[in-house]
Nanobody
Framework: VQLQASGGGLVQAGGSLRVSCRFS????????MGWFRQAPGQEREFVAA????????SYADSVKGRFTISRDNAKKEVYLQMNNLKPEDTAVYYC???????????????????WGQGTQVTVSS
């Protein structure tokens, strides 16, 4: 399994951005997917996660109501739509995959088996 994140960039506060993650491998539908982020000097933190079918989601409190995670199992991609961005959202965003049971929505980064290389999101004030 390989994950390739893309779509990061520079945006003004209040703006929107969508980051994407392409899954290379078989049986994408057997994996729960997550997004994490890491700002300079800080620990990697959970942002959002999505069950295998996309029917269940979980969000960090800091992004709830602003970010939306989704997936397209036919394209083997997962997305993070980020609206009303704030300077504190500035970080490298990583996608991750974990082979999971149908309803699982893992939020612990230690559970994830595969990680993408990250994409930089910078929000200017």
């Amino acid at each position: 399994v390989q994950l390739q994140a893309s779509g990061g960039g520079l945006v003004q506060a209040g703006g929107s951005l969508r980051v994407s993650c392409r899954f290379s491998g078989i049986m994408f539908h057997n994996y729960a997917m997550g997004w994490f982020r890491q700002a300079p000097g800080q620990e990697r933190e959970f942002v959002a996660a999505l069950s295998r079918s996309g029917g269940r989601t979980s969000y960090a409190d800091s992004v709830k109501g602003r970010f939306t995670i989704s997936r397209d199992n036919a394209k083997k991609e997962v997305y993070l739509q980020m609206n009303n961005l704030k300077p504190e959202d500035t970080a490298v965003y990583y996608c991750a995959a974990e082979r999971a049971i149908l309803t699982d929505v893992p939020i612990d980064k230690a559970r994830y088996d595969y990680w993408g290389q990250g994409t930089q999101v910078t929000v200017s004030s």
